[in-house]
Each structure stands twice: as C-alpha cells, then as structure tokens.
C-alpha cells in the first residue's frame, strides 16, 4: 500500500521560511516526477513546483519563482519544498504527489496547512 506522509507545515510570519517534506513508502519511486501542490480556502488546487524523475531541472509557478525550491532525494523517496520569503497569499493547504512516467499511477499526500501571517 503506497502512503504520502507531509510534514513541516506551520504557522509562520510574512517573510518567513518553512520547508515542506513528503516521504513514500509502498513501492519504488525512482521513474515517479515529484510535485506539490496548494489549495487556498474558496479557490480551485493550483501548482507550485515539480522535479523530473530523471534529474531534469525543476519549474515552479510563477507566483514562486525565486522563492520556493524543490528538491528530491530517491534514496529516502522524499520530496522536499523549501519555502523563502513567505507571503499572507501563501497560505493554503499543500499537498505532495509522485507521478509515475510510465504508468497510471498518480499518489496524494493528505495534505499539511501553512499560514502565514502579515
């Protein structure tokens, strides 16, 4: 059974930094991208970030760029965001995801809140 475990969230000041981590378990994840993801209250889950399975280069959401890094470490099958900089606008849940490149299979974290106060 694959499982997506966050952790990290918080409460956190304007300008402030947290960093995210979802660790799997239940199979191999060595051909899976790795992403987040966020949902504010009242608005539809948007992207934030990904990094390729194969070592490629990352890409972020705009609203991101420069402040967010994503990395991954397939030994520990972790994904990790770090957060810089962060705004009120931020807050929303975030919420993890493998996708396999060679199949169906497309995994979810539960979720980790983060908010940030101005």
């Known amino acids: 059974q694959v499982q997506l475990v966050e952790s990290g969230g918080g409460l956190v000041q304007a300008g402030g930094s947290l960093r995210l981590s979802c660790a799997a378990s239940?199979?191999?994840?060595?051909?899976?991208?790795m992403g987040w993801y966020r949902q504010a209250p009242g608005k539809e889950r948007e992207f934030v970030a990904a990094?390729?399975?194969?070592?490629?280069?990352?890409y972020y959401a705009d609203s991101v760029k420069g402040r967010f890094t994503i990395s991954r470490d397939n030994a520990k099958n972790t994904v990790y965001l770090q957060m810089n900089s962060l705004k009120p606008d931020d807050t929303a849940i975030y919420y993890c995801?493998?996708?396999?490149?060679?199949?169906?299979?497309?995994?979810w974290g539960q979720g980790t809140q983060v908010t940030v106060s101005s």
């Open positions: 995801t493998f996708k396999d490149v060679h199949g169906p299979y497309h995994y």
């Open positions: 990094i390729p399975w194969n070592g490629g280069s990352a």
């Open positions: 239940g199979r191999t994840f060595s051909s899976y991208d």
